[in-house]
């Protein structure tokens, strides 16, 4: 059974950074794509970013282009959100995901185990 715990969120004022932290069990998680969604209060849950295997291949979405990264560390089963120049817009519930593919999708259903999800809220 795969478990994914995030980490990190938290409230933070119009500008400021947050980086989410989501480790993953099991031994293979070399082998599979990840992503970080976002689902904001009466709204439908959307994707933030996602990365391949590798980390080689990245995609963000338009809203967080330029503001966020995606990484990964293999050796720690980690993936990573860095969050920059937030602002309350980016409040929302962070969850991340694991695709059983090397390469991300950018639906929700492309991903087939979540976290419980961490919270971040954007102060203006």
């Known amino acids: 059974q795969v478990q994914l715990v995030e980490s990190g969120g938290g409230l933070v004022q119009a ?3 947050l980086r989410l932290s989501c480790a993953a069990s099991g031994r293979t998680f070399s082998s599979y794509a990840m992503g970080w969604f976002r689902q904001a209060p009466g709204k439908e849950r959307e ?3 996602a990365i391949s295997n ?8 338009d809203p967080v282009k330029g503001r966020f990264t995606i990484s990964r560390d293999n050796a720690k089963n980690t993936v990573y959100l860095q969050m920059n120049s937030l602002n309350p817009e980016d409040t929302a519930v962070y969850y991340c995901a ?6 991300y999708g950018t ?3 492309d991903y087939d185990y979540w976290g419980q999800g961490t919270q971040v809220t954007g102060s203006s």
């Open 47 to 49: 994707i933030v970013a």
């Open 107 to 109: 639906r929700p259903y």
């Open 15 to 17: 500008g400021g950074s």
């Open 98 to 103: 694991r695709r059983s593919f090397t390469f």
């Open 54 to 61: 590798s980390g080689g291949s990245t995609y963000y979405a």
